[in-house]
């Protein structure tokens, strides 16, 4: 059995070079210039001269007998048909490259389907012997779309986080890691936590036996933070207790990224706007709402120029970009800020208030031991809240600790 | 934080204007402070931290008198002299050498004052005074007991008297250990001698922290107060002495000093703070003279005079003056600042492993795995005997609230495992992974520790083979532009002869195995489960 080519597929739609050659000098009788009127004019006119239809007198071509109806187009036709040909026809088709033979069992499995009567599946034989032409495919009700699939999924809390970090990217913060084991001097000596301060105390702070201690950072921060509890500065009264380097050396499990923002406001020459999302730990009982360990969002602004209503003008923009378009300001309390704002976003579903996150301008007592004379902006959320609320899980622990497969699976984006 | 509970009708008679609900639950937190709720007539405020001076009905509508515009300024507190002298001996200094003392004359203690006064002191005692640790209040009835008082340290059991709540003499090593309050002996222990107050005829006024005597019980008939301050921090005893004094002058009584180590206490004086106005305007934007300055800071309570801020004798939270501008700020009212956005220049940029963290997540995504995420906290069970594993050094916590979450986790496996047991009864097949830190011990890091990023997945269903999951593998190696190969090792985890050790670049970077049918039983899971980890971080650069 034969088929057509590609090539044979396109003369038998645009007709053979030499058919469409002969037919444009049918009206003219001679032509100057074929290779403008004409594709592939080189292919038409060596086939008319070959067959003695045409003459060529200086460089101009002349009709000299026309062929009438072309036998080899008649052909393309019969083999597109399925229709069996002279062998000679066959012979100069498949030298012009036109037609070529379906392999034998393709033919052979493309029958035996057909002999299957109605027809579930088209197969790649039917097409490549044409003999779908001879099908009776088997009706569906195309309605019926089959079972539920489920892709691979990111975690629900990924999109969240995913959504966080381009708003931060957006407005061009610049990430920043820490390590979850700290020292009690980065998660609350360097914040100007007093260390009798009741944040220390050990029902929220996981206290680590290995490792027993940490280092601390270099003599000369780690003064500078020490002087600044016990005699403050020349404008700060401070803590006036005697600081001691034992419990700096502490080790926690970090209770909030804002260790990390310590760590990197040592390091930098401002201006910066930086930021995290990343896992804080707390000593605390797990229940529907509440987690040992959970995600938390940092942001922070380092400029000589900013403002209170800078940090308010950011929450808005922060807040405004996660989709939250009414936002207000309450006065809060955090140890290491001064200004601390409690900022509530309006829940359109909930018609309703509620608290998110907090924020503050840091305290000078924090960022001048760490170098920094500037004011530092500072907001910070816990993540799980937003999808709990948004997505109205009302038991945490199903995402994070059971895992539910079933839920995780079916969220919608 | 605290939670203050007031009477509605009083707070109103102390503020000396009606409140209505609206402004109790609107305007009030707008001071700082957080509405909790209403009921009964009362009302509920959660008190920061910084603020004790709120803590009493008295204090908290002193406030509000300020902040609502019905008196502002500074209140000025005059004090006359009792002639009274507390003596503090020198035995007191190893255990608790700070004490202050007043006294308060012509008070009217009906119910509500004397449940305030309870109030106030009970929750000074949590917070403020770290479960009277570094601050504890006496409240004693003068009239019962005569000056000079002595504080003084004595041998347990050689001074006795008749507690508070109690009909019986106890001496102080028996109210440690029978009386109700004792539990807080435990602050003393260790000293060889514990605190007492005593009156010029060696009767017992307080044994400090821990119980006051009952012959100074104040009662509805009680005239004129005695109060004592003791703890470990002079600063923080002075102040405590200050909030209780200024909050019984707000019912009337007149406040005396008392002669405590050769000075007059309590000084009620203000304090002084000298604050600029460039300062304020830099951190505010608010462009205030100084009129403007002043006004908004006498909606605060203080006072100004020849450029210094005026601070009252109760507000214990200024130390710096951004605690000045911060009043300013709260003065003016958050809801009146205008949010700007200013151009302080930045380009987003993130963390390289949190950027190949991403790309090789859609890569086990585009595998056909469900991500989920794990906890940090774990136990070693988990960890190491539930897997037939070795048990590894473990970071591991001193204090936590529960032995199922006591360690750190340091491989990923046993944590998907958990979350098959977990999904037993749902469909199959179940194919997961998680990429996420794990801690190592390490003495050449600053915190003697350090995270790892690592990738990890399993496969669990009827059938499963090794090769359904080392294909994903090897392709995922590939596909990060690595050139992994697979080295047969035996591990107890896995069952034998299938599992390898993942090799890139000579070094080890993970494992990929057939999880063996004993580990599964250990987890009472009933389905093969095909499991690999690899170092996420170790395959970024």
Redesign the interface.
Known sequence: MYRLTEEGKKYLKEGLPEKRLMELLEDKEEMGEVKESIEESSIAINWALKNGWIEIKEGTVHLKESPGELELQKALESVNQGEELEKEVKKELEDRNLIEEVREDVVKQAKEKLKEGSISNLTPELIKTGLWREADFKEYDPTKTGKKRYPGRKHILSYYIQDIRRVFFDMGFEEMKGPYVESSFWNMDALFIPQDHPARDMQDTFYMERPEETELPEKGLVESVKKMHEEGSSRSEGWNYSWKEEMAKRPVLRTHTTAVSARKLAEIDPPAKLFSVDKVFRNETLDYSHLPEFMQVEGIVVSEEVTFQNLLGYLKEFYRKLGFEKIRFRPGYFPYTEMSVEPEVYFEEKDEWLEMGGAGIFRPEVTRPLGIDVPVLAWGLGLERLPMIKEGIDDIRNFYYENNLKMLKEVKI | ?AVVGFDVEELEELVGEELSKDVLENKV??????FEGMEKGEVEYEV???RPDLLSVEGFARALRCFLGVEQGLQEYKTGESGIELKVEDTVDPVRPCISAAVVRNVELDGSVLRSLMQVQEKIHK?FG?KRK?IAIGIHDLDKVEGPFTYKGVEPDSVEFVPLQSEETMNLKEIGEKHPKGKYVEILQGNEKWPVIVDRNDRVLSFPPVINGQLTELSEETENIFIDVTGT?Q?AVEEALNIITTSLAERGGAIETVTVNGKERPDLDPGEISVDMDYVN????LGLNEDGFEELIGGMGFGYSDGKVLVPPYRVDV?????V??DV??SHG??N??????D????????G??DFT?KT?EL??????????????TNKERQFRRMEAEEE??????????ED?GV?RRYLIPELLE?LR??QH??YP???FEIG?V?L?DEG???????KRKLSGVICDDEVNYADLASVVSSLLELIGKEGSFEKCSSSSYLKNRSSEVIVDKERVGVVGEVHPQVLENWRIEKPVVAFELDLEGLMN
């Open positions: 934080m937190p707008m001071m700082g402070c957080e920061f931290p910084d917070t770290r570094k921090d600063k830099g951190l505010l934007g130390m710096h003056p951004m605690d501008v911060e700020a709260i958050y809801e600042f205008k949010p700007e956005i200013p302080v220049p930045g380009t987003g940029s993130s963390q492993i949190e991403e997540k086990m995504l585009g595998f056909g795995f469900q991500e989920v995420k794990t906890t940090v906290l050094e473990v970071v591991k916590m001193k204090n936590s609230f529960s979450y750190c979350v977990q999904n749902r469909s179940q194919k997961i830190d801690l011990l890091e600053e915190t003697k520790t350090r995270n």
